[in-house]
């Protein structure tokens, strides 16, 4: 049982390329999010899928764009990344949109020069 | 609106001496509250959760917490830090669906010798 994981661990992107995170969870969780990290600030939610087939945006969407492939499996992309999008991705996953408890992945530290 | 305060942004303590992180929180509704851990390079790990059930609440690795409604507070402790307790941690409410989790900005604990 691995829980959320979530490809690639580090990544570095040049201005203006695109590159997606991948995030999947095993335990058959309908809910998923994505959030950034960034320092002093807290974590912030980018988007989520309170269940499969349905996105929505959270506190900082601009610049992102998801997919909830299927129950086990949500996409972040960034179609023209920018410096000011280095961050650290975390995906989170729950039981429900209504279980307040959310189980987190290990991050996807990315940087854009 | 929810928001949550951790007062602290970094808190230094010796091996064997006890821990206080504090945390206060505002919300409209009744609130679940969270801490959660995170360790250099990892994920999240959830310490504790209050759910309008008792107000002290017992985590993982000794930690506890005490919801108390007239302070607004959840503050953080344990009797007897260890080094494997340092790591940057997050109080977190929740007074809706799981979409509006709101972090405070993290305390980073020291464990020295």
């Known amino acids: 049982n691995a829980g959320v994981t979530q490809t690639p661990k580090f990544q570095v992107l040049k201005t203006g390329q695109s590159m997606t995170l991948q995030c999947a969870q095993d335990m058959n969780h309908n809910s998923m999010y994505w959030y950034r990290q960034d320092p002093g600030m807290g974590l912030r939610l980018i988007y989520y899928s309170a269940s499969e087939g349905t996105t929505d945006k959270g506190e900082v969407p601009n610049g992102y764009n998801v997919s909830r492939l299927n129950k086990r499996e949500f996409s972040l992309r960034l179609e023209s990344a920018a410096p000011s999008q280095t961050s650290v991705y975390f995906c989170?996953?729950?039981?429900?949109?209504?279980?307040?408890?959310?189980?987190f992945g290990p991050g996807t530290r990315l940087t854009v020069t | 609106a929810q928001s949550v305060t951790q007062l602290d942004s970094h808190v230094s303590v010796s091996e064997g001496t006890p821990v206080l992180l504090r945390c206060n929180y505002s919300s409209s509704y009744s609130p679940s509250l969270f801490w959660y851990v995170q360790h250099p390079n990892k994920g999240l790990q959830l310490l504790l959760k209050?759910?309008?059930?008792?107000?002290l609440v017992k985590g993982i690795n000794g930690f506890e917490a005490e919801f108390k409604k007239s302070e607004t507070s959840f503050h953080l402790t344990k009797p007897s830090a260890h080094m494997s307790d340092a790591a940057e941690y997050f109080c977190?409410?929740?007074?809706?669906?799981?979409?509006?989790?709101?972090f405070g900005t993290g305390t980073r604990l020291q464990v020295t010798l």
């Open positions: 989170a996953s729950s039981e429900a949109a209504d279980t307040r408890e959310q189980y």
């Open positions: 977190v409410v929740n007074t809706g669906t799981a979409s509006k989790l709101t």
């Open positions: 209050y759910t309008s059930a008792a107000t």
